[in-house]
């Protein structure tokens, strides 16, 4: 296993795709935490409100807008990761040198997890350096944001894992990155309002991205925003929602025929 493990590391880091998904995410996260404090604490000055509630404004803000992109850059670092071993025909080759398919697709699923894990980690950092650099005296460092990074880490990692499997059912890269792309961003809200329209609203929020909503924001003691799925619903729903997407994946892929 350590074998396999070695050879998936080496092989995702002497291609370019990696670092160019992980860009992105960071140039965003990077920018949305540095402006949004100094706007927010403009409006505070002209309004006279409470600098505290425009600390908190800002965090969630910049925060949300820069976890959202690596949750989803996560998924299609999963996606092409996996996907280009049956575009290229190049896990065929894998699959014959190595003693069986499983532990070929375990190995890579967990360099794929890794390497969402990965992304948040550096993501968070540099929001977080930021928020301190630019936020000056009045922005502290809470447990609230320790558990929402946290959880974001965690949904991360999920998301890298629910990008693999979709590429292990579609046997596409492209297809997939397309599909997670439109259910990210449009699918699942509209799904959602179907559901809602039909009188079974209930079922779309253990949805995957309204899963990770509330895995994130109500992850701190203390969160309970009603309209996202509560703690522990939230976090089971999406490990549910990976734990499936894996398993068919895994499962058509031994089957699968890659001549």
């Known amino acids: 296993m350590t074998t396999l493990l070695t050879a998936e590391f080496r092989k995702v880091t002497t291609l370019r795709f990696w670092w160019m998904l992980g860009l992105a995410p960071l140039i ?7 402006i949004t404090l100094p706007v927010m604490r403009a409006f505070t000055d ?5 600098p505290n ?13 820069a976890v959202a992109l690596v949750v989803l850059f996560a998924a299609l670092f999963g996606a092409v990761n996996v996907g280009t071993e049956f575009r290229y025909k190049t896990l ?22 890794a390497f969402g894990f990965f992304y948040c980690l550096v993501v968070e950092v540099v929001s977080v350096a930021l928020l301190l650099t630019f936020g000056g005296d009045t922005f502290e460092l ?4 320790f ?46 309002s179907i559901l809602s ?5 209930s079922v779309g929020s253990i949805l995957p991205v309204s899963a990770t909503l509330g895995t994130v924001a109500n992850a701190a003691a203390g969160n309970e925003i009603d309209w996202l799925t509560l703690w522990p619903t939230a976090p089971l729903a999406l490990l549910v929602w990976t734990a499936v997407v894996v398993a068919g994946g895994w499962a058509l892929t031994r089957q699968r025929d890659i001549t």
Do not use: H, P, Q
């Open 53 to 65: 509630e425009a600390n908190l404004a800002a965090t969630l803000f910049g925060l949300a807008v």
């Open 92 to 113: 065929t080759t894998t699959f014959l040198t190595a003693r069986g398919r499983d532990g070929v697709i375990g190995a890579k699923l967990a360099v794929t997890a």
């Open 197 to 201: 329209g039909i009188g079974i609203g």
């Open 147 to 192: 558990a929402m990074l946290g959880a974001a880490l965690i949904c991360a990692t999920l998301w890298a894992l629910i990008g693999g499997g979709v590429s292990m059912l579609t046997g596409s890269s492209v297809g997939s990155c397309i599909a997670l792309v439109v259910w990210y961003t449009l699918g699942e809200m509209i799904l959602r």
């Open 142 to 145: 809470r447990g609230s944001l």
């Open 28 to 34: 965003v996260g990077m920018f949305s935490s540095a």
């Open 46 to 50: 002209a309004f006279e409100a409470d």
